[in-house]
């Protein structure tokens, strides 16, 4: 089986339940491309972690509570919020390996802001600071489906190449949103307002991040086509590195 990794929030998260049912949709996400989900949570000791890391044939961040903005050197906003240390260093600390080792990578929402940040980037702690923004945050008062607006897809890009298309309509569940991007990635969509709505990095193999939530659109055709691109490029990866296990073990002949 392909294993994927999915970062996981806190016991402790003040959104604890709405991250509970995005993480559940990320794990079906997985499942129905053909994956393995596993669970990642935020408390495991850096060797535990790697452990988990390596098993791993590719890996999901999923979206929950805000970077600590001193990860970016800035002190937090009243808007800030859901910050977990923890959390921060474990996802910080798996980007990090993911990018040295090029393993699969697909963020989603916080994800992208944290990718962001991992390369050297910073973030609106609040969309409120760009100016002419139109309403990102569209929670927790509209289902987690609700189409919020459009965005535009660079035509050469990897996302473009694998929605087939240079734009879509998508839910908005953020208030934070990338305010410089890192050198080392590449802006492939934006909202009608500029703001980013994805990034790819340049020099990786797959490593794509969304600041939407393809998860609570499970029936959308582009949801179908991320979750199945991630896991199709993470399975090529591991026949890649054990191919040995593609072909069936010979059975020892019995001495006479
Ligand atoms: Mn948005």
């Known amino acids: 089986m392909t294993k994927i990794g999915v970062t ?11 991250l509970d049912l995005l993480a ?21 000791d850096e060797t535990t972690l790697y452990a988990r890391f390596s098993s791993l044939d590719g890996l999901i961040l999923s979206g929950g509570g805000d970077v600590a903005p001193a990860r970016y050197g800035e002190q ?26 090029k393993k699969p990578l697909f963020g989603i929402c916080r994800g992208l802001q944290l990718l962001n940040v991992v390369c050297g980037g910073a973030l609106y702690q609040d969309i409120s600071q760009h100016a002419n923004a139109i309403q990102h945050a569209y929670y927790p008062d509209y289902p987690h489906d609700y189409l919020a607006h459009a965005i535009a897809i660079a035509p050469d890009s990897q996302l473009a190449a694998l929605l087939g298309k240079t734009t879509t309509l998508v839910n908005s569940l953020h208030h934070q949103a990338c305010r410089t991007v890192a050198s080392s990635l590449r802006v492939v969509a934006h909202a009608p307002d500029g703001i980013v709505e994805a990034v790819e990095v340049v020099e990786h193999p797959f490593a794509l991040a ?15 086509s991320l979750f199945g691109a991630l896991v199709a490029v993470s399975a090529q990866g591991q026949r890649e590195r054990h191919p040995q296990s593609a072909q069936i073990p010979e059975i020892p002949q019995r001495q006479a």
């Open 8 to 18: 996981l929030h806190p016991l402790t998260s003040p959104d604890r339940q709405e």
């Open 24 to 44: 559940q949709q990320i794990a079906e996400g997985v499942v129905a491309a053909g994956g393995a989900p596993v669970f990642i949570p935020p408390d495991l």
């Open 76 to 101: 937090a906003l009243p808007q800030v919020g859901g910050v977990d240390e923890q959390r921060d260093h474990m996802e910080m600390t798996l980007v990090r390996w993911a990018l040295a080792e």
């Open 210 to 224: 969304v600041q939407w939530h393809p998860e609570a659109l499970p029936a959308a055709v582009e949801s179908k």
